[in-house]
């Protein structure tokens, strides 16, 4: 069974603060929309890798607009239907380098700065470890 991941917000916040994250333009690059199971139109924003802890991460951010409603309207097991597509179908075909021992797969509903904290802006993150060609769910 799975299980929301919804503390790497604290950690994500934990490690803007101690600078271990790099950090790109927070402007959305102009990509066409990904088609998510859900329906819901999500764009790519922007990747980060830092080295906490846990070993080296990749963080693979994603705009969806329409997240606060689909929050409302879809079951967890929808939502995170659409952070595992995205991870399976977006993030592993781009990792280059060093395998990660983990990615991190974010949605909000407008583009922000990584770690921010503000109240108004939605958003859902879950962790995977690379496994092959696939992500396997991981719990913090």
């Given at each position: 069974?799975?299980?929301?991941?919804?503390t790497?917000?604290?950690?994500?916040?934990?490690?803007?603060?101690?600078?271990?994250?790099?950090?790109?333009?927070?402007?959305?690059?102009?990509?066409?929309?990904?088609?998510?199971p859900?329906?819901?139109?999500?764009?790519?924003?922007?990747?980060?890798l830092?080295r906490?802890?846990m070993?080296?991460t990749?963080?693979?951010?994603?705009?969806?607009?329409?997240?606060?409603?689909?929050l409302?309207?879809?079951?967890?097991?929808?939502?995170?239907?659409?952070?595992?597509?995205?991870?399976?179908t977006?993030?592993?075909?781009?990792?280059?380098?060093?395998v990660?021992?983990?990615?991190?797969?974010?949605?909000?509903?407008?583009?922000?700065?990584f770690?921010?904290?503000?109240?108004?802006?939605?958003?859902?993150?879950?962790?995977?470890?690379?496994?092959?060609?696939?992500?396997?769910?991981?719990?913090f």
């Open positions: 069974m799975r299980y929301p991941a919804f790497t917000a604290l950690i994500c916040t934990v490690l803007n603060g101690t600078g271990l994250a790099a950090q790109a333009d927070i402007v959305p690059k102009t990509l066409a929309p990904i088609t998510v859900s329906g819901q139109p999500v764009q790519f924003f922007e990747s980060l830092d906490p802890a070993g080296l990749a963080r693979f951010r994603f705009v969806a607009p329409q997240l606060p409603q689909k409302a309207d879809l079951g967890y097991e929808q939502l995170e239907a659409d952070m595992a597509y995205l991870c399976d977006y993030a592993l075909p781009r990792l280059a380098g060093p990660p021992s983990m990615i991190v797969i974010s949605m909000s509903d407008r583009a922000v700065e770690a921010s904290t503000e109240a108004d802006v939605t958003q859902v993150f879950e962790a995977y470890r690379p496994s092959g060609d696939i992500c396997e769910w991981e719990a």
